[in-house]
């Protein structure tokens, strides 16, 4: 699929909001500051289809997009976790939309989990794992920001990923990524093309 041709759809702040459930849809997911709208925009080929947000409201709205001009094939950015600043009463609230829609949407076909390639694996990215593994929804993992690292240490922490993870190998796979390079785009589209085109 052409994925410069995603476009903005809507805002939903909870799973009763969303788009009608039909179709086929793949949402990605991180801890803030992952580098999740900097991958949506180097996917898209756009600057700013995915913008950064420091105000905790707006993190919390699940945000839809097109692809190819038809509503059917859509790209969901799933609210930012682990903002420290956040007060817990809002944590728990974000907690249970991400549930719900994690647990609850039909049309949900993959999971693009994005960890930065320094700090894989936190408690919250296994939670959402957790989710995944629940109803056998595949997931891609991005380690982002991998031009952070050399080579051999970006290596290094994809393959002890891909161990901390092989009981799930069928269900998982992990890729090195990075958007400042575009690296790691091409792996990333197949993977979606199979996810929303089957
Ligand atoms: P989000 O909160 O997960 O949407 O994260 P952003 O996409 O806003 O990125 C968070 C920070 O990491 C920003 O300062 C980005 O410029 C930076 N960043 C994102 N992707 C990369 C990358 O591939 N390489 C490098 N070096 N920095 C990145």
Sequence with gaps: LNYS????????PSLAQCPNDNGAEVAFA?????GKSSAINALTRQ???????????RTQLINFFSVMNATSQRLVDLPGYGYAKVPESVKREWQEHLSDYLR??????????LMDVRHPLTEFDQMMLGFADERDLPVQILLTKADKL????????LQKVRSQL?????????????????????PLSKRLDQ???H
């Excluded at 991180?30 to 992952?34: D, E, F, K, L």
Aim: net charge positive; hydrophobic share 40%.
């Design 47 to 57: 600057n700013a289809l995915a913008r950064t947000s420091r105000t905790p409201g």
């Design 150 to 157: 050399k080579k051999g240490p970006a290596n290094n922490s």
């Design 104 to 113: 609850g949407r039909q049309s949900l076909r993959g999971l693009v989990l």
């Design 166 to 186: 092989s009981d799930w190998e069928d269900l998982v796979s992990v890729q090195l990524f990075s958007a400042l390079k575009k690296d790691g785009l091409e």
């Design 30 to 34: 991180g801890r803030s500051n992952a």
């Design 195 to 197: 996810w929303l085109m």
């Design 5 to 12: 041709t995603a476009h903005f759809m809507l805002s939903a």
